[in-house]
Structure formats: structure tokens, C-alpha cells
């Protein structure tokens, strides 16, 4: 897993243009923070428990947003979500989730080269086969001892990649 802390100067990402930005669990609580670091993504992706059907207007300010239901998201502007969502973004075949306990489909059969998901807001880089497997954690309140954090993803090569950035320790 690798983390950054300063979004300015991350290692190895590619320019701002290139990168998708991706939140989860926000649970009402749209940071500061997580609006500055997404500044300049391409893309904003978020897995879901939003909390507050305003935040995906103002993340849209920043980038094009895909956004998915997850489990708080109550309400008719939540049922107008899907559960979940398939993407191509920067050639790269991605499947959100909510929570990855609920996939039932095969990721790797149907060619998929990343899955994202939330809810457990344990941040998780998984890249140890195909597909990646992302988890940003939660840029919402905190809970328990977990940062706040969000992701980045982007396409090196022919494959994906992603770095951890972490908004509050």
C-alpha cells in the first residue's frame, strides 16, 4: 500500500489531467481537504454512503462524478443511484461497489481492471493480480482509529495504479 501525504508533490503520479479521483464514506461530511486534493482529477468516482445528495453537486464542480448508493444513502435522490456501476475512464475498466462482500460477479472474467469499493473505510490497494482492488477508506467523519483518506487512480502503462492519500492521520 502506498500513501502520500502531500497532494501537491505525490511520487510517481502522472499529471492532474490524467488522474481519477476517488472518495467514499463521506457520511455527510464533504472536507475541505478532500475538495482541495481533487482538484484537477478528470474524473471523481465515489463509492457510495454519501450522506448528503449536495456533495455530488459540488464534487461535479471540480469533475464529471460517478457516484453509487451505498448503505445510509436513504431517500428518492438515493434511490436515483445505481448499487452499482461499470466505467471505462482513461482505458481503464472499472467496476464500483458499495461493499466488495456483496460482488457477485467475477471481475477478473468479465476483464475488469479495477474494483472499487467503501464501507469498510479501511483504505486498501490490492494489486497483487487482476483486477486491482481499491478501497479509498473514508474521507467522511472519522471512525474508530482510521484516516480520512481518499485515492487516486490512473493508467501507467498498460495497468492500473493507485496511491493512498490520506487527508488526516
Given at each position: 500500500?502506498t500513501?502520500?501525504d502531500?497532494?501537491?508533490q505525490?511520487?510517481?503520479?502522472?499529471p492532474l489531467g490524467k488522474?481519477?479521483?476517488?472518495?467514499?464514506?463521506?457520511?455527510?461530511?464533504?472536507?475541505?481537504?478532500?475538495?482541495?486534493a481533487?482538484?484537477?482529477?478528470?474524473?471523481?468516482?465515489?463509492?457510495g454512503?454519501?450522506g448528503d445528495?449536495?456533495?455530488?453537486?459540488?464534487?461535479?464542480?471540480?469533475?464529471?462524478?460517478?457516484a453509487i448508493r451505498?448503505n445510509?444513502?436513504r431517500?428518492?435522490?438515493?434511490?436515483?443511484?445505481?448499487?452499482?456501476?461499470s466505467?471505462?475512464?482513461?482505458?481503464?475498466?472499472i467496476?464500483m461497489?458499495?461493499?466488495?462482500k456483496?460482488?457477485r460477479?467475477n471481475?477478473?472474467?468479465?476483464?475488469?481492471?479495477?474494483?472499487?469499493s467503501?464501507h469498510?473505510?479501511?483504505?486498501?490497494?490490492?494489486?497483487?493480480?487482476?483486477p486491482?482492488?481499491?478501497?479509498?477508506?473514508?474521507?467522511?467523519?472519522?471512525?474508530?482509529?482510521?484516516?480520512i483518506?481518499?485515492a487516486?487512480l490512473?493508467?501507467d502503462?498498460?495497468?492500473?495504479?493507485?496511491i493512498?492519500?490520506t487527508l488526516?492521520?
Amino acid at each position: 500500500m502506498t500513501y502520500s501525504d502531500d497532494p501537491a508533490q505525490p511520487t510517481g503520479l502522472p499529471p492532474l489531467g490524467k488522474r481519477i479521483g476517488v472518495i467514499s464514506d463521506t457520511h455527510g461530511l464533504l472536507r475541505p481537504e478532500a475538495l482541495d486534493a481533487l482538484k484537477g482529477v478528470r474524473h471523481i468516482l465515489h463509492a457510495g454512503d454519501i450522506g448528503d445528495p449536495e456533495h455530488l453537486e459540488t464534487l461535479a464542480r471540480i469533475a464529471p462524478v460517478t457516484a453509487i448508493r451505498g448503505n445510509i444513502d436513504r431517500g428518492d435522490w438515493a434511490d436515483a443511484l445505481p448499487e452499482t456501476a461499470s466505467i471505462t475512464l482513461c482505458g481503464l475498466r472499472i467496476y464500483m461497489i458499495h461493499n466488495c462482500k456483496d460482488l457477485r460477479a467475477n471481475p477478473e472474467a468479465e476483464g475488469v481492471d479495477v474494483v472499487i469499493s467503501g464501507h469498510s473505510h479501511k483504505p486498501r490497494i490490492e494489486a497483487s493480480g487482476s483486477p486491482l482492488w481499491l478501497n479509498p477508506g473514508a474521507a467522511g467523519p472519522r471512525r474508530f482509529r482510521l484516516p480520512i483518506s481518499l485515492a487516486f487512480l490512473w493508467k501507467d502503462v498498460d495497468r492500473p495504479r493507485a496511491i493512498i492519500h490520506t487527508l488526516l492521520a
